[in-house]
Structures are given as structure tokens and as C-alpha cells.
């Protein structure tokens, strides 16, 4: 009969793998060389197989024990993650709602969305920024409650998934000091001779922009191009260039940034989505986030 796993010999092992040897373990665990080599000479017996082996004058893991550290990797894990889950299973009346944020989504819109539920007085949040289509395997796994993007979940027979508007809000032009008065002469032709900063094509509305500028024969000076949102806006306000963003932004962009608005960028809209793995949405707090955003369109 083979023994029960010792937890404990295990640990040691799994410290002595990721320091790479005894003695870095020893020193980690402030114990003797001999002890911690005892108790993985333990293990070994128990698994009937080596662990390390030798590699001049070191230890190097043999298949057997790059196995033993995959898997204790992931065991160690889980117990990190063990306490965190025992308390939420114990407050009761906590609100646990876990949020997709597409990475194409402008971030200082994403505490503007989830306002309708900050007040909730027991509310635990947890933001996953990612890739849309990544965050759209893990929402149909329900790793996710809701995923908020700038685009709809697109068809696809295999993810059961279905898009609700939130809304949208126009783009407008905003502009650090240092170009203000430059970008404000004979804009919009101007961008052409100041420094612009644009989201790249990871967000859907970049597409729109493009199409803004070829409509008004403009090749804009082209400076920056970011992922991130967040990132852009630092790098603007920093005074590398001017770039647009939502108009709904405009108070939080001017007074916490120190940007200017300059003028609408016409017929350019950001669209914002919340999308989830049913029709009827069940999550109460999604059912008040679209609700919110539902009655400040109509």
C-alpha cells in the first residue's frame, strides 16, 4: 500500500527546487542543511523515485522531480489561495462581483461604468484587465460575472454569450499646455503639424478615428500609439502630443490631468458594452449596472 503524501517533506522539497538547492532552502527556512535534505530523502522514499540529482557541483531536478515541482507548484498555490476563500465563504453578506476589463476600454471610463454599484455597502470587486477574447474564455467558463469592453462579444456558436449596451459617449480632442495654443490654430488641419498620440487597434474605436481623418484629408503626425488608455493619457498629460478620448471624461481629464479640451471629434463615438453568458442577466449588481446605464440613455 503506498504511503499518504507528507505535506510537510513536500514543502521542503518544493523550497529546495525553487532556490535551487539545500542550502539555499536552509537559509530560507533558517533550519540545517541536514534537516532539509533528511526530509527530502523522505519524500523520495515515499515516491520510490530521486528528485535531484547530481550536476557538478550542485543538484539539478531529474524528470521525476520537474514533475514533483509542477505539480507542488500548483498545490502550494491553491493553499495560498485557501485563507482568502475561507474568509469570503465567511462573510456572509459580502457581494462578490469579479469584472472583465478589455484592454481596448479607455480606464478612466471603467469607474464611470461601474458607479452605479460602488455604493453597494458589502461589495467585494475584483478587475481582470486582459485580451477581449481571452476575457471571453474565461467569462464562458464563469471565471468572470461580466465582461465590460468597447466592442460586442462576437458571434460564436460555441460561447453562448450575449452583449448589452451601456451606452456610448462622444470623442472629443484634448491637448496638454505646451501644444495648446498650437493645435488650436487652424484645427482640425493642425493635427497634422502637432505630435498625436492614438489608441492602437485594439481598440475598436481607432478604426473610427482613421476613417476621421482620411474623411478630412489629414495625415496626422503620428507620434505614439498605446495599448493601454491609462498610458496614453500619462504620456498626453505628460506633454507628448494631444489625442482624443470620451467627452464623458472631459471633468476627470482637465481637472486631474491638466488637459484642455479643444473640440469634438464629429461623428466619433466610443460604445461601451457589458457582456455576460445569458439573456436575462442573474447577477444582481450586473442587473443594476445595466439598469443605471439604461436610464441615463433614455
Known sequence: MQAELNYKHLYYFWVAAKEGGMSHAAARLGMAVQTVSAQVRLLEQSLGYALFKPAGRGLVLTEAGQTALQLAEQIFLLGEQLPAAVRDAATQHAVRLVVGISDGLPKLAVRDLLEPVMAEPHLRLMCHEGEFDDLLADLALHRLDVVLSDRPAPANPNLRLYSHAMGHSPMGWFAPANWLAAVREDFP?????????????????????????????IVPQLVGEFEDSALLTTFGSSGMGVFPAPERMREKLEQGYGLTWIAPCDEVQEHFYAIGTARKVQHPLVQRLLEAHLAGAS
Open 189 to 217: 488641419a493642425s493635427l497634422a503639424r502637432v505630435p498625436v498620440l492614438l489608441p492602437t487597434a485594439h481598440a475598436s474605436v481607432r478604426v473610427r478615428l482613421d476613417q476621421w481623418f482620411e474623411r478630412r484629408g
